[in-house]
């Protein structure tokens, strides 16, 4: 897909997910994120599971992350997951601002790194992480999600990841 032009940063804002975004957010996932799941990751990070970020460009939420949760998790290490950008709004600058704001609160926790997981072969993702500062850790290992779908079926994802860290300022 072409590059679109970039956004103005001040017109993305990047903040904890509502209830309010779900709709806007699960039209911009339209055939990508099910609905389903983006209900899930915001009951979760209601009830603390995880703590969900939206980015919000002319009030329609267009991508989100999330961390905490589990994974491969390191001591003094903030867990970046669930990294998501509509695919009508990837290759402006939405990814890389919602990574920003998650090693922004790492910092504000005075942690000193941040860690996630991404598939072996997704190299869009790869390519940008280590362009932002991100080094992969040791082999792949193994990842397990659950991936559910608006037909209400849900099924259990096993894929190799590798580890990826950044280590801030
Ligand atoms: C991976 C993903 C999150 C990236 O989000 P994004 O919003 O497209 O990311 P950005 O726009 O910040 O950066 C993507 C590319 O666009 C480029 N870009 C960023 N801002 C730009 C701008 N203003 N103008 C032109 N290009 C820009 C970046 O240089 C980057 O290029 P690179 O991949 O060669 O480094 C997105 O593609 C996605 O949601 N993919 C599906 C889900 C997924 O794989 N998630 C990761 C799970 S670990």
Request: hydrophobic residues 45%; charged residues 25%; aromatic residues 6%.
């Amino acid at each position: 897909m072409p590059k679109q032009p970039g956004i103005d940063a001040d017109a993305l804002e990047i903040r904890i997910a509502a209830e309010s975004d779900l709709e806007s957010l699960a039209e911009s996932f339209a055939y990508g994120t099910s609905a389903a799941q983006l209900q899930r990751r915001l009951e979760e990070s209601k009830c603390g599971l995880r703590t969900m970020l939206v980015a919000v460009l002319k009030g329609r939420a267009v991508g989100a992350v999330s961390i905490g949760g589990w994974g491969h998790q390191r001591v003094g290490s903030l867990r970046l997951f669930a990294l998501d950008v509509g695919p009508a709004f990837q290759g402006i600058g939405v990814g890389t601002a919602l990574i920003n704001a998650v090693e922004t609160i790492a910092a504000e926790r005075n942690l000193d790194e941040v860690n996630l997981e991404v598939e072996i072969d997704n190299d869009d993702a790869i390519r940008l992480y280590r362009r932002l500062g991100y080094r992969i850790c040791g082999d792949p290992v193994m990842d397990r999600w659950t991936l559910l779908r608006d037909d209400g079926t849900v099924e259990t994802i096993e894929v190799p990841v590798f580890v990826m860290v950044k280590k801030l300022d």
